[in-house]
């Protein structure tokens, strides 16, 4: 399992799990929450967020860059921008 838990004292559980590495600093990153319940309670609550977690990147965002340029480029098109600025954004991009 990529979690943990310890108790804090009496009910009240810390839970944490790994969810990917920081993009920019490449360290570990986890996610803590405090449980209050029982001790296998606190099991299942752990197994959930490693569950959610399991496939999540650090920053919540599973597409590639050049998805998200697209994305980008797509909303740029929706608010109308000149189409000289639309030009040049795609000059720039241009994979």
Known sequence: ???SKRERKDGVWELRVYVG???A?????QLSKTFHGS????DRALRDLVERFSD???DGIR???DQLL???LEECERLDLS???LRNYRSVTLR
Do not use: H, Q, V
């Not at 001790?39 to 606190?42: D, E, N, R, S, V």
């Open 25 to 29: 600093t490449k360290k570990p990153t």
């Open 21 to 23: 590495r920081d993009p």
């Open 63 to 65: 597409a590639t860059f």
């Open 83 to 85: 189409p000289t600025t």
């Open 70 to 72: 697209d994305r980008f």
């Open 56 to 58: 999540a990147s650090p």
């Open 1 to 3: 399992m990529r979690g």
């Open 39 to 42: 001790a296998k309670a606190a």
